[in-house]
């Protein structure tokens, strides 16, 4: 059983930059970020398998965004530049112990492991 601990988030203007932070309490392989906006459904923005070998964005954040890991701290980030009013979202972090591929990693169902989301609000 892994716990991931999510920070960061918050609000800022339209162009500005935030970075989140999760902890994860033991080894990981694949780490994601999520988003859900109000009254959608929650879809891949990152993902990161093999530690940091392959990584993989959806396509509107492509470029604006960056996910990364520490491995000493067993923690992982998103970064977020550029942002838009459209990201506006409750943000997740999730991860798993095995390996997903480029057709796998924005599968929700598929990772048993979850932070607790932390809102990101950007204003215009």
């Known amino acids: 059983q892994v716990q991931l601990v999510e920070s960061g988030g918050g609000s800022v203007q339209a162009g500005g930059s935030l970075r989140l932070s999760c902890a994860a309490s033991?080894?990981?392989?694949?780490e994601a970020w999520f988003r859900q906006p109000p009254g959608k459904e929650r879809e891949g923005v990152a993902g990161s398998v093999a530690t940091g070998k392959h990584t993989y964005y959806a396509d509107s954040v492509q470029g604006r965004f960056t996910i990364s890991r520490d491995d000493a701290k067993n923690m992982f980030y998103l970064q977020m530049n550029s942002l838009k009013p459209e990201d506006t979202a409750v943000y997740y972090c999730a991860a798993d112990q095995v390996f997903f591929s480029s057709y796998t990693w924005s599968t929700t169902a598929r990772y048993p492991y979850w932070g607790q989301g932390t809102q990101v609000t950007v204003s215009s």
């Open positions: 033991g080894y990981t392989v694949t």
